[in-house]
């Protein structure tokens, strides 16, 4: 939302390095971990248990309806964030020195 605002200029809300750290610890890290450490059920309970598997097979959690609906709920939760922040900084008008403010102070 921030590129329709700005006109697609070019000009970036947050520095690189803060873009790079929350990639890694908010996006990475987090797949990695449960990736790693979540168990459902053990391993001798999927071997004997193979119906647990019948939800995966009849695509119940995650079809092209489940999908296109966390899609949009991503996108209006995106909005909200997003023009509140900006309200919340811009809607006053000035910051404490009495100037108005920038992108870099709704970045920040």
């Given amino acids: 939302f921030f590129n ?17 750290t929350f990639n890694l610890i908010f996006t990475g890290l987090p797949i ?3 990736g790693t450490f979540d168990r459902d059920v053990g391993e001798k309970t999927c071997l004997e248990v193979p119906v647990l598997y019948r939800i995966g097979q009849d695509k119940t959690y995650l079809n092209g309806l489940v999908f296109t609906a966390w899609i949009l709920c991503g996108i209006f939760h995106a909005m909200i964030i997003y023009y509140a922040g900006v309200e919340f900084v811009i809607g006053p008008g000035m ?13 920040t």
């Fill in 95 to 107: 910051v404490n020195d009495g100037s108005p403010p920038d992108w870099l102070a709704v970045g």
């Fill in 32 to 34: 990695l971990w449960m």
């Fill in 4 to 20: 329709f605002v700005t006109a697609y200029s070019g000009t970036v809300l947050y520095d690189s390095y803060l873009l790079m």
